[in-house]
T-cell receptor, first 116, second 106 residues
Framework: GAVVSQHPSRVICKSGTSVKIECRSL??????MFWYRQFPKQSLMLMAT?????????EQGVEKDKFLINHASLTLSTLTVTSAHPEDSSFYIC????????????FGEGSWLTVV | TQLLEQSPQFLSIQEGENLTVYCNSS?????LQWYRQEPGEGPVLLVT?????EVKKLKRLTFQFGDARKDSSLHITAAQTGDTGLYLC??????FGTGTRLQVFP
């Protein structure tokens, strides 16, 4: 099946710094990728839809200047958490739409972010 | 924002028992997916249902899409410890259900 990979799987950063998380579709091209955030023992919350070659579409309540999304190629989307604070610590998951297979969504392995 | 309500929220059972998880909404969807997620990993797709009344089976898991395409259920027969995880439904508007955390004890 289609594979989506995230990197890094775990990252620790200091408050005030920025951290970038990558999401790659390894064996298919994805014009649309999605970023989710998940708090412990809770469901996934959609943060934004990343569109190749255009601006991301953010969900209500998500700060676009804080969570920068770039989808520069058909296989890579990046999420940059800027000026990170401890409350940004969370599990971030990306997914990509496999348009050749009934628009099925495949998920990455997730990235744990800890801000200290 | 459309909402997908899952019930129960938590379920703790012994191996061999049967269980059913529900995913309900007031909206009509063209398709619905079920995922299972283990701690620290991304969700893994189990099934997609697209037709009202559709029933799909995946070994001991039976998935049903409601006739009106507003709800779905997941039934697990003879649960095993390996079934432990967070079960999530997701509709075509990219909204995830509230999740059902299943714990199966030996």
């Amino acid at each position: 099946g289609a594979v989506v990979s995230q990197h890094p799987s775990r990252v620790i950063c200091k408050s005030g710094t920025s951290v970038k998380i990558e999401c790659r579709s390894l064996d298919f091209q994805a014009t649309t990728m999605f970023w989710y955030r998940q708090f412990p023992k809770q469901s996934l919350m959609l943060m934004a839809t990343s569109n190749e070659g255009s601006k991301a579409t953010y969900e209500q309540g998500v700060e676009k200047d804080k969570f920068l999304i770039n989808h520069a190629s058909l296989t890579l989307s990046t999420l940059t958490v800027t000026s990170a604070h401890p409350e940004d610590s969370s599990f971030y998951i990306c997914s990509a739409r496999f348009e050749g297979g009934g628009n099925t969504i495949y998920f990455g392995e997730g990235s744990w972010l800890t801000v200290v | 924002t459309q909402l997908l309500e899952q019930s129960p929220q938590f379920l703790s059972i012994q191996e061999g028992e049967n269980l059913t998880v529900y995913c309900n909404s007031s909206s009509v969807f063209s398709s619905l997916q079920w995922y299972r997620q283990e701690p620290g990993e991304g969700p893994v797709l189990l099934v997609t249902v697209v037709t009202g009344g559709e029933v799909k089976k995946l070994k001991r898991l039976t998935f049903q899409f409601g006739d009106a395409r507003k709800d779905s259920s997941l039934h697990i027969t003879a649960a095993q410890t390996g079934d432990t995880g967070l079960y999530l439904c997701r509709a075509d508007k990219l909204i995830f259900g509230t999740g059902t955390r299943l714990q199966v004890f030996p």
